[in-house]
C-alpha cells in the first residue's frame, strides 16, 4: 500500500553537513585571507576588558565604523571580512552541560571547532553526518555585521533559526552566509544554532523544551553584545524557516521570551503539526529511557552514554513515534511540547487565543510538498491512487470530504501527484499557517502573509525533478532568496531578493514589509488574509486566492491534524 505517511518526510529533507554541501558564498572567498593575520595583536583589546576602560573604549568605538576588532561587554570579538560588506564573528552564545538548560556565555569565546576568528562552528549532534562535523558543545552562532555600523547606532538584530525537522541542520547550512542580507538590510544578521533531536527535547529527567530555551540564552546574549556592534537590544527581530520557524510559534507562546523579541518572521512552518502535549511527551519521554537503558535519574549512566548511542536511540525513537503516539505524526515527532511552564497556549484553533501584540510576518512556498511527493512517487500516478494515499495519511472521513470537495481534482489531470501535492501544501502549511494569520490578527496583532511564487533550488532539492521545473516553488527554495545567497541569480530571482531584503529592512523597523517602491503588501484581517504574491508575474490583485484554506473548509470541514489529535 501507498503510503501518503511518507509525506512528512519532507521536513526531514535537509542538506547534509558533509563536504557535498555547497559552503557558505563568503567563505570560499575567505581562503584568501589564510596566513594574513586576521587583525595586528594590539593591547587596546586585554584593556578594553578591564571594566574601567570599557566606557573609554566604548567611546572611540563609537567614533569609528565597528570594525573586525569588538570591544563587548564580555570581552573582545575578533571577526572577518565577509567579502561582501560585512564582517563576520563567530562565537559561543552559550554553554551546557548534557540535558541541562544552558548558561548565556559570560565570556566572548570562539564556537568549538573554530581555531581563529575566520573558523567556523561544529554542528550540533545529528545523525547521517560524519560525527567529525559536530560536537555537543554546540550552542554557537554567528554574527553579520555591515562594516559601515558604528558602536551603539541602535540598528536591529535579525536572528535567524534554521530549520531541518528538529533533528538536523547548522548555522553554516548552505545560503545561510548572512553578509549580503546584513549590508542590505542595515542590521545585524545573527545565524544561530541550538540543541537537536533528544538532547535538545529528550532530557531523561523530564525537562521540557531545552532547545526552545538555547533560543533565549542566544537572544539573552544578543541583548548583551549586540550595542557593541551597534545594535539595539530592543530590535531583535526573529526569523527562521520550516522547523527553525516552528521554534519561533513556541517562542511566541512562551510569555517569558517576549520581553526578548519585538516581531516575527516565520517562513514554511508545518504549522499541522501543533505543539506536542504533555502525556505525548511523557510517552515518547519513557520509551526513550527504555532505549537508552538509563533510568530518569540516573545521572551517572546518562552522561556515560556516547553520542552516537544517544543518537541511535533517538533514530529508533522517530521511527516508532508514531506507534506510540499517532498524534506526534512521522515528519518531526521530537518538537517544542506545551509543558504549561515554558509554553502555555497551543497558538492554534483547539484553545482560547491569547491577546498578542508583536507584528509578525508568514511566508510559504507555493510548492511545500514537492520534495515529498515527487521525492516518494518518482513515476506519475494515476487519479486511482489518489483516495487510497490520501486515505492512508488523513483517515477514511477527512478522505471523503477532501474528494467531494472541488479544490483537488484528479479527472483531467495527467498526474495524479499534482493534486496530492497541492493537498500536501495545504494541509501541513499554507492553511494552518492562514488559520494562525486569522486568529493572530483578531487578537491584537499585526500578521502579514506572503506566498512565493519565484523561488531558487535549494541544494538537495536538485535531486527532484519535480523542483527544477519552471513555475515549482519547493520547501526551502525561499532561503536563497531571502538570504541573497543565490548562486548564478536569474533577473527574478535577483529582484525578488531586492524586494525580500527591501521588505524585511523595513519590517525589522517599523513592523510592517511595506516601503517605498514596493507594491502594497495589505495586512491579514480575520475575514481576509490578503495573502501577498511574492515573485511571478504578478496577479492583478496581487493577492493569492483562498481556495481550500478558506476557514469553511480546512480547518472546519477537514480539521488539522494538531485538531484531530487534540495536542
Ligand atoms: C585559522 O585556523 C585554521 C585551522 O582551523 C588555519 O588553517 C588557518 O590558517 C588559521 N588562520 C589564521 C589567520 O591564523
Ligand atoms: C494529548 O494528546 C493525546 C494524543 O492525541 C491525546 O490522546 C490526549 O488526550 C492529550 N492529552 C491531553 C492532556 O490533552
Known amino acids: 500500500m501507498v503510503a501518503f505517511a511518507l509525506l512528512p518526510f519532507l521536513l526531514a529533507a535537509v542538506s547534509p553537513l558533509s563536504s557535498d554541501a555547497a559552503p557558505l558564498s563568503g567563505l570560499t572567498s575567505m581562503a584568501k585571507f589564510k596566513g594574513v593575520p586576521v587583525f595586528p595583536p594590539v593591547n587596546l583589546g586585554l584593556m578594553c576588558e578591564i571594566p574601567m576602560f570599557q566606557n573609554a573604549c566604548a567611546r572611540v568605538a563609537a567614533k569609528t565604523s565597528v570594525g573586525k576588532q569588538v570591544y563587548t561587554p564580555i570581552g573582545t570579538a575578533q571577526g572577518v571580512?565577509?567579502?561582501?560588506?560585512?564582517?563576520?564573528?563567530?562565537?559561543?552564545?552559550?554553554?551546557?552541560?548534557?540535558?541541562?538548560?544552558?548558561?548565556?556565555?559570560?565570556?566572548?569565546?570562539?564556537?568549538?571547532?573554530?581555531?581563529?576568528?575566520?573558523?567556523?562552528?561544529?554542528?550540533?549532534?545529528?545523525?547521517?553526518?560524519?560525527?567529525?562535523?559536530?560536537?555537543?558543545?554546540?550552542?554557537?552562532?554567528?554574527?553579520?555585521?555591515?562594516?559601515?555600523?558604528?558602536?551603539?547606532?541602535?540598528?536591529?538584530?535579525?536572528?535567524?533559526?534554521h530549520g531541518g525537522s528538529f533533528i538536523a541542520g547548522s548555522a553554516t547550512a548552505p545560503g545561510l552566509d548572512g553578509s549580503k542580507l546584513a549590508v542590505a538590510t542595515n542590521s545585524i544578521v545573527a545565524v544561530m544554532q541550538y540543541r537537536l533531536g533528544a538532547l535538545g527535547f529528550m532530557a531523561p529527567d523530564g525537562t521540557t523544551n531545552l532547545a526552545v530555551k538555547d533560543s533565549i540564552a542566544a537572544m539573552n546574549f544578543l541583548a548583551k553584545v549586540v550595542p557593541s556592534f551597534g545594535g539595539s537590544s530592543s530590535k531583535i527581530t526573529l526569523a527562521g524557516q520550516s522547523s527553525g520557524a516552528g521554534m519561533i510559534r513556541a517562542l511566541l507562546a512562551a510569555p517569558s521570551a517576549s520581553s526578548l523579541f519585538q516581531s516575527a518572521i516565520l517562513q514554511s512552518d508545518p504549522i499541522d503539526y501543533g505543539f506536542l502535549n504533555v502525556s505525548t511527551q511523557n510517552a515518547l519521554q519513557s520509551s526513550f529511557n527504555t532505549l537508552t537503558g538509563c533510568a530518569a535519574s540516573d545521572k551517572a549512566c546518562q552522561s556515560s552514554l556516547s553520542v552516537d548511542a544517544i543518537l541511535s536511540a533517538q533514530v529508533t525513537l522517530g521511527d516508532n513515534a508514531p506507534s506510540i503516539d499517532a498524534s506526534t505524526g512521522s515528519a518531526e515527532p521530537i518538537r517544542p511540547v506545551r509543558d504549561g511552564s515554558l509554553i502555555n497556549t497551543p497558538l492554534d484553533l483547539t484553545a482560547p487565543f491569547p491577546p498578542v501584540s508583536k507584528p509578525i510576518l508568514l511566508t510559504n512556498v507555493k510548492n511545500e510538498a514537492g520534495p515529498t511527493i515527487f521525492g516518494a512517487f518518482t513515476g506519475i500516478l494515476a487519479p486511482s491512487v489518489f483516495g487510497p494515499v490520501c486515505a492512508a495519511s488523513l483517515g477514511d472521513a477527512r478522505t471523503e470530504t477532501i474528494q467531494a470537495s472541488p479544490f483537488y481534482p484528479t479527472s483531467n489531470i495527467a498526474d495524479t501527484r499534482v493534486p496530492l501535492e497541492t493537498l500536501g501544501t495545504d494541509w501541513i502549511w499554507r492553511c494552518p499557517t492562514w488559520s494562525l494569520a486569522r486568529s493572530w490578527s483578531g487578537n491584537g496583532g499585526r500578521v502579514f502573509v506572503g506566498?512565493?511564487?519565484?523561488?531558487?533550488?535549494?541544494?538537495?532539492?536538485?535531486?527532484?525533478?519535480?523542483?527544477?521545473?519552471?513555475?515549482?516553488?519547493?520547501?526551502?527554495?525561499?532561503?536563497?532568496?531571502?538570504?541573497?545567497?543565490?548562486?548564478?541569480?536569474?533577473?527574478?530571482?535577483?529582484?525578488?531578493?531586492?524586494?525580500?531584503?527591501?521588505?524585511?529592512?523595513?519590517?525589522?523597523?517599523?513592523?510592517?514589509?511595506?516601503?517605498?517602491?514596493?507594491?502594497?503588501?495589505?495586512?491579514?484581517?480575520?475575514?481576509?488574509?490578503?495573502?501577498?504574491?511574492?515573485?511571478?508575474?504578478?496577479?492583478?490583485?496581487?493577492?493569492?486566492?483562498?481556495?481550500?484554506?478558506?476557514?469553511?473548509?480546512?480547518?472546519?470541514?477537514?480539521?488539522?491534524?494538531?485538531?484531530?489529535?487534540?495536542?
Open 81 to 161: 571580512a565577509d567579502g561582501s560588506g560585512a564582517n563576520r564573528f563567530a562565537v559561543k552564545y552559550a554553554t551546557h552541560t548534557r540535558w541541562a538548560a544552558s548558561t548565556v556565555a559570560t565570556k566572548w569565546a570562539l564556537p568549538t571547532g573554530a581555531k581563529n576568528a575566520s573558523g567556523l562552528p561544529l554542528a550540533c549532534p545529528q545523525p547521517s553526518v560524519d560525527p567529525s562535523t559536530y560536537t555537543e558543545d554546540c550552542l554557537s552562532m554567528m554574527l553579520y555585521v555591515p562594516t559601515s555600523l558604528k558602536a551603539n547606532s541602535g540598528v536591529p538584530t535579525l536572528l535567524w533559526i
Open 451 to 567: 506566498m512565493f511564487v519565484t523561488g531558487a533550488t535549494y541544494p538537495v532539492n536538485n535531486a527532484i525533478a519535480f523542483c527544477l521545473q519552471p513555475g515549482s516553488v519547493c520547501h526551502q527554495d525561499d532561503i536563497e532568496i531571502v538570504f541573497g545567497t543565490v548562486p548564478n541569480p536569474t533577473p527574478a530571482q535577483a529582484q525578488l531578493t531586492t524586494e525580500m531584503q527591501a521588505r524585511y529592512k523595513a519590517f525589522l523597523t517599523t513592523g510592517s514589509p511595506n516601503a517605498a517602491g514596493l507594491s502594497s503588501w495589505t495586512a491579514a484581517t480575520t475575514t481576509d488574509v490578503h495573502a501577498h504574491q511574492l515573485g511571478g508575474t504578478p496577479s492583478p490583485s496581487g493577492e493569492i486566492p483562498a481556495g481550500a484554506c478558506d476557514p469553511s473548509f480546512w480547518g472546519s470541514a477537514v480539521q488539522y491534524d494538531y485538531q484531530v489529535f487534540g495536542i
